[in-house]
């Protein structure tokens, strides 16, 4: 095969820069693998390192510091015949730190090729995550106050399945770049080389050097057997393919006359574990099977099975236009927690509004008229107690009819659930209870 | 007539689907979260992807990727979010990916409150791109527009090739609503343009006459370059300043030219009014409540709704004022598209509500500002 180095735009690097080398030994691989332009990708991003794209006659992907691993996932999901190298710095590789650990964790068929040349070369020679302690560099001594990264280690611990450290010096790199891009998953070489224009102008660092600093480590060379597994995108369209969960929304035709014919606003105020935001969804289902427009605006706090839940609910004839509370029809108090929020409410309220009080729950002196029911004497469950005031509405004729509400209950419950929720419905008493 | 209930978030995501889209990345965040759900109830089944990325930066990131090997793309967050997405809408700008992004903002600043509703991020989405080109943000008022707001997003991303983002609200974003599916207004599916047949391909080259460049794909036939770096027609790094000023002019006038074409608002007249209260995203629903309410009365209001926010449909917002005494601005944060009428209309005597407490503006509250100023 023919070169895939562009001959417009020979390397740039300074004389005796490792990068270069890497860059003629990457072309030979291409070579060798008898790969064609448009069949390979290289995804690079700042620094040095970020020249390969340029170099070569491919589909190149630029992009920012530390982030080329992100910008390869998605081109290699979207086209995963495509071959995609990586070449990231050791800079790179400290930005985009959550990144490698990422790609090693989820295991994309990507080479990733770091140009580890211990420094910051573009900007001046600063410490990056992988410059000796002992390191003469650009920014003074805070590269002593911190130890350098093993690479190959946290890529291995976070489960690459193919590591190789080695020198950019190596005598047989074609062919270890070539196993790696060869290999289905994701591959990391952590490639030690050279940077005459900052590095070693303060650090003696010779091929040689390289060579015994490498001997000095347990030694990272391909395959990590305890981590091969089966390739991420492989594996993904496996699993999506039987990922058949997705539903068409439900179509409600009006077959009923709601109780009342104008805006009816509804505030259910409980507690997690007492099911309001599905009775707040039931509600307006009921509303929908009446023709009429619904909204449903909950609040509940982040910790989802402790704490309030309050359901603002708002059937209409027409198009709702604003989705707040202006005049409650109902308010259902089945918590004292949903209730202390909502203290408010209480104040402005007149005898349209219709107060349903589960007995025990306490609220604010109110003229609002007030219908009080011991849902526990009846024998309902506290998670149950929405369901059932949505009943007791029902039976009112309040907001909803108890048709509506069935109807409801059919659209989104099935079998051994809905059985259930209807026998509640039907059970449910309206007794008003007096002091 | 029938009604399906759904959350502005849902709507979103099935606007996207209809609209072409089959690559999501994102990362959980309240209270966008339920757009990645529902990507990842629809897109697998019909061969699409969701990934969920190790952070934001690499869910937009992920997306980025895919757009060039020719998807249509989405993601979504909220503030904390839509703040590590800044370098990469910056890239999405200035190398022309088409993407559509979606901040269902809560209140800020900062980590705030997830579960409160806010306007809080306007200027912000379009001011995050280092460089300060323009960008499209489109402003949804209920779960219809989630839906067909969100295929516009998509056909001006492609059509333009560019960000498109969507200024949606927990209080729209989050809450259910009864929607006629079969009504909805949908506009015909647009793509990226390829390039002629047989015509030599460079990745950012614009025909005569033209201001957005042809689309090939990474990972088609021809090698495609793509760079975040100041690039010529060729996608190498230039330093020619004449050819980067010819670059940098055509980002921001291909946007700015086009605005006529996407202006998208809503004008409700009311035909004695001497107030216009201009207003976007959910306000405006207790804007059309007030309009109701005193359409009647001795001192109306009409109503300008505006869905797109950027770049500023001035000429709808000079046209609209003129015949018109008074403006009354109102939004769901402590003034900034305010900024922008008061630039466009410097001679109009302009008021402002607006409230960042977590709760929605009242029709209440706008009727008292139109009675007393």
């Known amino acids: 095969m023919a070169s895939l180095l562009n001959n417009q735009r020979p390397p740039v690097f300074c004389p005796g820069c490792s990068h270069e080398r890497i860059t003629h030994i990457l072309d030979q691989v291409f070579q060798k693998m008898g790969l064609n332009g448009d069949q390979i990708v290289i995804v690079s991003d700042i620094g040095c390192s970020g020249l390969f794209d340029t170099f070569f006659d491919t589909h190149a992907l630029h992009g920012l510091h530390g982030r080329a691993l992100t910008y390869a996932v998605g081109l290699k999901m979207a086209k995963p015949d495509l071959n995609v190298v990586v070449t990231m710095g050791d800079g790179g590789q400290g930005i985009g730190g959550a990144h490698l650990l990422a790609a090693c964790r989820r295991n994309l068929d990507l080479t990733l090729l770091i140009l580890n040349n211990f420094n910051f070369g573009m900007t001046g020679g600063q410490f990056s995550a992988t410059t000796p302690q002992e390191a003469q560099i650009g920014s003074g001594f805070l590269n002593q106050l ?49 940077c005459p224009g900052r590095f070693t102008k303060k650090n003696r660092l010779t091929p040689k050097l390289i060579d015994e600093a490498l001997s000095k480590l347990s030694p990272q060379e391909g395959v990590v057997s305890e981590n091969v597994r089966k390739e991420y995108g492989r594996h993904y369209r496996e699993l999506a393919a039987d990922h058949k969960i997705s539903t068409t929304p439900v179509k409600i035709e009006a077959k009923f006359n709601p109780p009342q014919p104008d805006r009816q606003e509804i505030i ?24 009429l427009h619904a909204t449903q605006k909950n609040e509940y706090n ?32 089945l918590a004292q927690e949903g209730v202390d929020r909502r203290m408010d409410l209480f104040g402005n309220l007149d005898d349209d509004t219709m107060v349903l009080q ?34 007791i509405l029902a039976k009112l004729k309040r907001v909803i009819s108890l048709e509506m509400l069935q109807a409801a209950l059919e659209i989104k419950f099935r079998e051994k659930t809905l059985e259930v929720s209807l026998k509640i419905v039907s059970d449910v008493k309206i007794e008003r209870q007096v002091d | 007539m029938s009604l399906s209930l759904l959350e502005g978030n849902e709507a979103i995501a099935r606007g996207a689907v209809a609209a072409g889209c089959r690559f999501f990345a994102g990362y959980p965040i309240t209270p966008a979260t339920t757009i990645y759900n529902s990507m990842l109830n629809l897109l697998p089944p019909l061969g699409g992807i969701v990934l969920q990325g190790e952070d934001e930066i690499a869910s937009i990131a992920f997306c980025l990727g895919a757009s060039m090997a020719g998807m249509k793309v989405m993601t979504a967050t909220s503030g904390p979010g839509i703040s590590l997405f800044s370098e990469h809408i910056s890239f999405a700008v200035g190398s022309e990916i088409p993407i559509v992004i979606v901040d269902v903002q809560r209140l800020g600043p900062s980590t705030g409150s997830a579960t409160r509703g806010a306007d809080g991020d306007i200027n912000f989405l ?94 088609g036939n021809v090698p495609v370059r793509q760079t975040s770096s100041t690039h010529g027609q060729n996608g190498y790094i230039t330093t020619d300043h004449e050819e980067i000023a010819i ?12 605005i006529d074409q996407f202006s998208f608002y809503e004008f409700i007249k009311s035909q004695k009014a001497e107030t216009l209260i201009i207003t976007y995203g959910v306000t405006a629903r207790a804007a059309k409540a007030a309009y109701e309410e005193i359409k009647e009365q001795t001192n109306p209001a009409s109503v300008l709704i505006l869905k797109t926010l950027w770049p500023v449909p001035e000429s709808i917002i000079r046209q609209t004022a003129q015949s018109y005494k008074r403006v009354l601005v109102v939004e769901m944060n402590l003034g900034q598209y305010v900024r922008e009428i008061n630039r466009i209309l410097p001679d109009m005597h302009i008021d402002f509500l607006g409230q960042m407490n977590g709760r929605l503006i009242t029709p209440r509250q706008i009727m008292e500002k139109i009675a007393n100023g």
């Open chain 1, 146 to 194: 911190e130890r350098p990264l093993d690479i190959c280690q946290v890529a291995r611990t976070a489960g690459a399945p193919y590591v190789t450290r080695c020198s950019a010096f190596r005598k047989d790199l074609v062919e270890e770049i070539q196993r790696a891009i060869e290999f289905e998953g994701f591959s990391v070489i952590d490639i030690w080389g050279v």
């Open chain 1, 268 to 291: 259910l105020l409980g507690s997690a574990g007492q099911r309001i935001i599905t009775a707040g969804e039931i509600l307006c289902l009921a509303g929908l099977s009446a023709g």
């Open chain 1, 302 to 333: 982040i910790t989802v099975l402790r704490g309030l839940s309050i359901s603002e609910l708002i059937l209409s004839p027409k198009k709702i236009d604003f989705s707040g509370i202006k005049q409650p029809s109902v308010i259902v108090a």
């Open chain 1, 358 to 391: 589960i007995n025990g729950v306490h609220i604010p002196p109110t003229r609002a008229f007030i219908h009080r029911v011991n849902l526990k004497t009846q024998g309902v469950k506290k998670s149950d107690w929405a369901l059932a005031c949505l009943a």
């Open chain 2, 126 to 219: 379009r001011w995050s791109n280092s460089g300060g080109l323009p960008v499209i943000v489109l402003a949804p008022v209920d779960v219809d527009d989630c839906f067909t707001l969100t295929m516009q997003a998509f056909n001006l991303a492609e059509k333009l090739r560019c960000p498109v983002l969507i200024a949606s609200n927990k209080e729209i974003g989050m809450t259910r609503e009864s929607i006629d599916l079969d009504a909805l207004e949908k506009p015909e599916i647009i793509d990226r343009m390829p390039p002629p047949a047989g015509q030599h391909y460079l990745p950012f080259q614009v025909a005569v006459g033209q201001s957005v460049p042809y689309f090939l794909p990474i990972g």
């Open chain 2, 247 to 258: 670059t940098l002019d055509r980002l921001q006038t291909k946007l700015e030219s086009a």
